[in-house]
């Protein structure tokens, strides 16, 4: 899944590059990676400590 570039020099200068092997699995990665940035960027959801109430008092009122 891995490949491993090593440089061509015989001077130890920069250490080895490691990237994903399979194209498949980096399409799918790269689409991953700009879902997670939309779901930081994407405002925060509203909670609230109660559940909301749908209708109005006539609806809600006890009825004989």
């Given at each position: 899944m891995l490949a491993v570039?090593?440089?061509?020099s015989t001077k130890p200068s920069r250490?080895?590059?490691y990237?994903?092997?399979d194209s498949n699995l980096?399409?799918?990665l790269a689409?991953?990676?700009?879902a997670q940035e939309q779901a930081?960027?994407?405002p925060p959801r509203r909670r609230?400590?109660?559940p909301r109430v749908t209708g109005t008092r006539?609806?809600?009122r006890k009825r004989p």
């Amino acid at each position: 899944m891995l490949a491993v570039d090593e440089p061509l020099s015989t001077k130890p200068s920069r250490p080895a590059l490691y990237r994903v092997a399979d194209s498949n699995l980096r399409l799918y990665l790269a689409i991953l990676r700009g879902a997670q940035e939309q779901a930081r960027m994407a405002p925060p959801r509203r909670r609230t400590a109660y559940p909301r109430v749908t209708g109005t008092r006539r609806d809600r009122r006890k009825r004989p």
